[in-house]
């Protein structure tokens, strides 16, 4: 398994492009197989969660052409509808194919994603959004079996607690179901607001996306059409909180400081100064540390549980006492003990985390469970004293499109060593 060497220690300074993200690209890849014709994909971030759905859609019999950051997918005949346990249990994205390939062939056989290591992320709520639209749905060796053999019917669907997932899942079985269907107390994370950009495109009828309730009216079918996937407000984030840690100066292209919600007042407060320009954004840290501040995850526009551990990284350097709740994952604190490695001063109790600044962290060989963890040691690495020795980069692969590229070309002593 290949790891990431890096040596800590020197500040950022240069520019970074930002990709699309990953998070929107999963689920607009999907919307693919709700037409015959070819839905292109501009701005598609080459990772490893990207090739995976790419697989599964295949076997679906989209026929799919990568050429860049261009991504065309036609779905002309769909010569499977069941999504096996071995292409969803890798990537739990994959389980929102479930919703197209029922609206479009009224039939599916997907297998439930299972757990993960940040929580047990059940379906439910996805499930009853398709049965609350007249889908039947059976739960029988770890698959989900569901039939609607008239298509699917507009309905209410009234989340009792928000959820990206089933939000973007109930939009992309509705656009082509008989009537109306409302979502209520909807997610209002821009990717919602991409994926109804892009079904709008194909010529769904999806209103007040981005808002808590979501309309659709239902249509027979959708057509080509082109689609440009959104910055990744996470990657942007996770830069920006490295020149937090570092210092220097950065600046990210193609993205906006407006995508990152209640993270950009956070930032600022703890010191970063942050300016917002036309489809880019300059950050700097003119302080030698960080001030300390206090975070609650939450919903967007609330601060992204995606960033979380990156802003406990940024903390642990930082001046004074920060406390973290995480409010969306019940176990997503899986990288304190491995900044505590690198001398980070963190405590955990249930879903709150402490962290004490120190001066300095000193570089260590250090392992994480999720792909914002692996981020977060990498930041961790870059202000560390010493080498860092970030293990199973195959987390990052799946979420950040060339990282060590990226972060070399701004100064950072970083390799891949391959093992
Ligand atoms: C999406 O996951 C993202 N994944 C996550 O990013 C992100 O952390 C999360 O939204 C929150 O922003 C993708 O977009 C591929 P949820 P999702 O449904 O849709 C519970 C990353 O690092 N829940 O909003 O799965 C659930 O367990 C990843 O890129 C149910 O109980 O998140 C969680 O506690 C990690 N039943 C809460 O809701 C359900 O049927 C919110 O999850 C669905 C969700």
Do not use: W
């Amino acid at each position: 398994m290949d790891k990431l060497a890096i040596i800590g220690g020197r500040p950022l300074y240069g520019e970074i492009p930002i990709s699309g993200a990953k998070n929107s690209a999963l689920k607009v890849m999907a919307a693919s197989l709700l037409c015959e014709e070819a839905l292109t994909l501009t701005n598609v971030p080459r990772l490893a969660d990207v090739d995976m759905l790419l697989r599964l859609l295949e076997q679906h019999g989209v026929e799919a052409m990568f050429e860049g950051s261009t991504l065309s997918l036609t779905a002309g005949t769909i010569t499977s509808t069941e999504a096996p346990y071995d292409l969803v249990r890798k990537m739990r994205a994959s389980f929102n194919v479930l919703g197209p390939l029922l609206a479009r062939e009224g039939k599916a056989k997907v297998s439930l994603p299972g757990g993960c290591a940040i929580g047990a992320r059940p379906v439910d709520l996805h499930l009853k959004a398709l049965e609350a639209m007249g889908a039947k749905i059976e739960l029988d060796e770890g698959y989900v079996f569901a039939e609607a053999p008239g298509g699917l019917k507009g309905a209410v669907v009234s989340l009792p607690f928000v959820s990206v997932g089933a939000t973007e899942h109930t939009m992309l079985a509705a656009v082509l179901a008989k009537g109306a269907t409302t979502i209520e107390n909807a997610a209002r994370e821009p990717e919602i607001t991409d994926l109804a950009n892009c079904l709008n495109a194909m010529g769904a009828k999806v209103s007040n996306a981005g808002q808590a309730t979501i309309t659709i009216e239902g249509v027979d079918r959708l057509h080509g059409a082109s689609h440009a996937v959104l910055p990744d407000r996470i990657e942007t984030g996770a830069y920006v909180m490295a020149v937090g840690a570092t210092g220097g100066e950065l600046t990210l292209t193609g993205t906006d400081a407006s995508l990152l919600g209640a993270a950009l007042p956070v930032l600022e407060e703890a010191g970063l100064i942050i300016e917002n320009g036309e489809n880019m954004l300059r950050v700097k840290q003119p302080r030698e540390r960080c001030k300390a501040v206090n975070i609650v995850t939450q919903p967007f526009p609330g601060f992204p549980t995606d960033l979380q551990a990156q802003f406990m990284a940024l903390m642990t350097t930082a001046d004074g006492v920060s406390t973290i709740k995480e409010t969306i994952f019940e176990n997503r604190f899986m990288h304190a003990p491995e900044l505590s490695r690198m001398g980070a001063k963190i405590s955990v109790d249930g879903q709150t985390a402490t962290v004490r600044g120190v001066e300095r962290l000193k570089g260590a060989p250090v392992m994480a469970t999720d792909l914002r963890a692996s981020m977060s040691l990498v930041i961790a690495g870059l202000c560390a004293e010493g080498q860092t020795m970030v293990n199973r980069v195959y987390h990052l692969d799946r979420g950040f499109e060339r990282l060590e590229e990226k972060l070399q070309n701004c100064g950072a002593l970083i390799e891949r060593v391959k093992d």
